[in-house]
Every structure is written in C-alpha cells, then in structure tokens.
T-cell receptor
C-alpha cells in the first residue's frame, strides 16, 4: 500500500521549478507531504484533505486528484533551502500510515 | 516548548542484547508511531498506538516490541531477534485517533548500530 513517487531524484538550478508526483493503488482520502533534510527528522509541509484541493506553503504548493488517486507537489523558483527528500504519506487499512518511496531533490547554485 | 524527545541520539547494541529506545512527547497527542529508516530509503512503520494501553503492528514489527502505559511515552525495544537492527529510528506523534487529517510531528531520531 506504499504510495509510489516520481521522479526518484531530481537536480535543479536555483530558480527552476519542479513537480513531484505521488500515486497510490488504493483510494486516497487525504495526502500528507513532508520534507527531510539529510540526517534530520522529516518536517511536515501540508495535508490535502479533499479531492481537487490545492494548498500552498511559501513557494511550495500541492494538488490532490482523488479520482486518479494522485497528488503532486509543485516547487517554484527553487531555493537552495529546498534541497532534501520529499515524502508523501497516506492512511491505509486499520489507520496505518504509509510514507511514499521518496524523491530526492537537490538544488544547486 | 512542546515537542518530542528521543533518547539516546546514538546507541550501540551487542549481539544477543535487547536495547530500548525512548520516546516522550508533551504535546498531549493521542497517537504515536515508530519508524525505521535505512540509508537512502524511506520510512517504514514498525508499530503505532492510537490510545494508551493499545498498539498495532506496522509492516516490519518482527524483532521489535513496544508498550504504551502512559500517553506521553512510547518506548521501542529492539530485541535480539532483530538480526539487522542498524538503522535510523524515528518516533512521531499526532493528535489523530483514527483520523488521517492531522500532521505527524517527529523527534530527532536515534541511530542504532551493532558493535
């Protein structure tokens, strides 16, 4: 039930945009997004609760397509501080939480 | 300040030894979670608890045990049955109780290695 993320890794130059996708084989009722810097704990970015919902956090926003069982995270005008690994997360059977496979994002000057 | 405290930060285990990782939160959260993260990998759920005196196995519970005697505390024991315990262990909590709509807050983690 682990969501699958794509791409696995991406390298950007400062100021470029990126999209990270999260797909589930099961129905999605909510999607979480987290960012983890190397050697640190994940930090919560946002939760999307309804199909079609979009949310923003600084220059990071996300959308949720409940019908397609997908969510996408959009990073615009990337900054060096955006580097890290991004995880989506969903709740499965028995209220167990599943983190996605992760996407490593590296922003270079 | 409210938060989640994990200790120790680094832990070494001898073969055949059980070790216990501590996780304490003062956020008054109902739900608590333990995850394992191997280098370059994602987070895998070991155990979770939504209420005191109750917990459920995650995907990789074999070789681990937990208890939830107090709301604030959710210790994880890595038993000798866990043959490959070297990993980064993360504890998290949320206000959710059977509710997926709340974020998880993480401690700083414990790095466990075999001697």
């Amino acid at each position: 039930q682990q969501p699958v993320q794509s791409p696995q890794a991406v390298i950007l130059r400062e100021g470029e945009d990126a999209v990270i996708n999260c797909s589930s084989s099961k129905a999605l009722y909510s999607v979480h997004w987290y960012r983890q810097k190397h050697g640190e704990a994940p930090v919560f970015l946002m939760i999307l609760l309804k199909g079609g919902e979009q949310k923003g956090h600084e220059k990071i926003s996300a959308s949720f397509n409940e019908k397609k069982q997908q969510s996408s995270l959009y990073l615009t005008a990337s900054q060096l501080s955006y580097s890290g690994t991004y995880f989506c997360g969903t709740v499965g059977g028995g209220n167990q939480f599943y983190f996605g496979t992760g996407t490593s994002l590296t922003v270079i000057p | 300040d409210g938060g989640i405290t994990q200790s120790p930060k680094y832990l070494f285990r001898k073969e055949g030894q059980n070790v216990t990782l501590s996780c304490e939160q003062n956020l008054n959260h109902d739900a608590m979670y333990w995850y394992r993260q191997d280098p370059g990998q994602g987070l895998r759920l070991i155990y979770y608890s939504q209420i005191v005196n109750d917990f459920q196995k995650g995907d990789i519970a074999e070789g681990y045990s937990v208890s939830r005697e107090k709301k604030e505390s959710f210790p994880l024991t890595v038993t000798s049955a866990q043959k490959n315990p070297t990993a980064f262990y993360l504890c998290a909590s949320s206000t959710a109780r059977g509710n997926s709509n709340q974020p998880q807050h993480f401690g700083d983690g414990t790095r466990l290695s075999i001697l």
